[in-house]
Nanobody, 126 residues
Framework: QVQLVESGGGLVEPGGSLRLSCVLS????????MGWFRQAPGKEREFVAA????????EYADAAKGRLIISRDNAKNTVYLQMNSLKPEDTALYYC???????????????????WGQGTQVTVSS
């Protein structure tokens, strides 16, 4: 049974940085395309970033480009989201998700991801 556990969230001031981590257990990270999504109160869960199995290609939502960086370490079964220049509108519960597919390309659709973590809260406030 694949499980995902996120960590690294917290309270940070505007302009600050955080690094989120997501550890996959019960399988090999190298078998999955990985994504990060977020959900703010009263809003739908939205795509943030995704990275292919091999790690050399990624995709970002417009709101994430230039500030957030997704990466992965398949040897450690861990995917990361480096978050820089944080804004109050980045406040949300952040989820990592795993996509099982024979093809190695990213997806922005929640429906394409089979496994989800419980989320880690990021709050950006002064």
């Amino acid at each position: 049974q694949v499980q995902l556990v996120e960590s690294g969230g917290g309270l940070v001031e505007p302009g600050g940085s955080l690094r989120l981590s997501c550890v996959l257990s019960g399988g090999s990270l190298s078998s999955y395309v990985m994504g990060w999504f977020r959900q703010a109160p009263g809003k739908e869960r939205e795509f943030v970033a995704a990275i292919i199995k091999a790690g050399y290609d990624s995709e970002y939502a417009d709101a994430a480009k230039g500030r957030l960086i997704i990466s992965r370490d398949n040897a450690k079964n861990t995917v990361y989201l480096q978050m820089n220049s944080l804004k109050p509108e980045d406040t949300a519960l952040y989820y990592c998700a795993a996509r099982s597919s024979p093809y190695d390309f990213t997806s922005e659709s929640r429906r394409d991801y089979m496994y989800w973590g419980q989320g880690t809260q990021v709050t950006v406030s002064s």
